[in-house]
Structures are given as structure tokens and as C-alpha cells.
């Protein structure tokens, strides 16, 4: 029964510690489309910058030097950051696939764990049954052996009221 009982604690531990696991996975799913967003707003100011990118090479003529190194720079600077929220991006979207993996391991090793606890409950009830069926067994052989001792009831198959006689 012990040994029973520690398993079934072990197993308990386990489902808790699915529980922060799944915690886990929340927190990073919360950042990955955190994450999204900014490279969806870092996309939005690329495509501004290439848009005004454009005007200003229609413009060129008429341009200013300086404007026109000015609107370079931006779109220079815009575009290294997209390239960096996308490698963000990317290494988040890796992180939620194998936060994923972990977590559809995690509940399976949940599921085989709860089915252990049902399988240890199950051998612990059926024990407990044997050895109450075993002690009322016991008991009565006791109290027959007792009987037999004390002078006995006589023979079982002559319990009938006229068959035993006289007191």
C-alpha cells in the first residue's frame, strides 16, 4: 500500500507540474503575438517608407539633396528593422512550435499519468476488498473454532429444533 501511495503522489506532483507548463506556454504565446504586432507595425512603416521612396523619385528633379539622403536613410533604417522583427518573428514562431510540441507531450504524459492513478485506485480498492473478504472470512472460522471449544452447536446438518434434543 506504500508503494501504492507514493506513486499515486508522483503522479499528483506530475499533473502540477503540467499545470506550470501550461502557464508557460500562455506567457509565450502572449509574447509571440506581441511580437506579431510589431513586425506588422514595422511592415506598415516599410511600406510607408518604399511609398515615399517613390514619390521622392518622381520628385527627384526638383528635390533637395539633402531631403533625398534623409528619405534613403529612413528607408535604409526601416528596412534593417523588418528584417530584424522578422528574425524576431521567426525565432518566436520556433519557440511556439516547440512550446506546442511540449505541450501536446506534456498532456500526453498527463493522460498516461491519470491513467496510472486510475489503475493504482483500481488495485487499492480491489486489495482493500481481498483483504476485508479474507478478515469476515477469518472471523468466522474464528468464532467456529471458538464454538467448537466452548462444547459446539453439534453437527451444522442437525440444527433443526427437533433433531438436537433435549437441553
Given amino acids: 500500500h506504500a508503494a501504492q501511495g507514493n506513486k499515486l503522489r508522483k503522479m499528483e506532483e506530475l499533473c502540477q507540474q503540467v499545470g506550470k507548463f501550461k502557464d508557460t506556454i500562455r506567457s509565450q504565446e502572449t509574447v509571440i503575438k506581441r511580437l506579431e504586432g510589431l513586425l506588422e507595425g514595422a511592415l ?4 510607408a517608407a518604399a511609398a515615399e521612396q517613390a514619390k521622392l523619385d518622381k520628385k527627384d528633379m526638383g528635390a533637395k539633396d539633402e531631403e533625398l539622403e534623409e528619405a534613403r536613410a529612413e528607408l535604409a533604417r526601416v528596412r534593417e528593422e ?7 518573428l521567426a525565432s518566436a ?45 477469518l472471523k468466522t472460522r474464528l468464532a467456529e473454532k471458538d464454538a467448537q471449544l466452548m462444547g459446539g452447536f453439534g ?13
Avoid at 523588418?82 to 524576431?88: D, I, P, R, V
Avoid at 512550446?99 to 485506485?121: G, N
Avoid at 453437527?155 to 437441553?167: H, Q, R, T, V, W
Fill in 44 to 47: 506598415r512603416k516599410g511600406q
Fill in 82 to 88: 523588418l528584417e530584424e522583427t522578422t528574425a524576431e
Fill in 93 to 137: 514562431q520556433a519557440a511556439k512550435e516547440a512550446a506546442e510540441d511540449e505541450k501536446l507531450q506534456l498532456s500526453m504524459r498527463v493522460t498516461k499519468a491519470e491513467a496510472k492513478v486510475a489503475a493504482t485506485t483500481n488495485q487499492l480498492v480491489e486489495a482493500s476488498k481481498r483483504a476485508a473478504k479474507e478478515m469476515a472470512s
Fill in 155 to 167: 453437527d451444522f446438518s442437525k440444527f433443526a429444533l427437533d433433531e438436537m434434543g433435549p437441553p
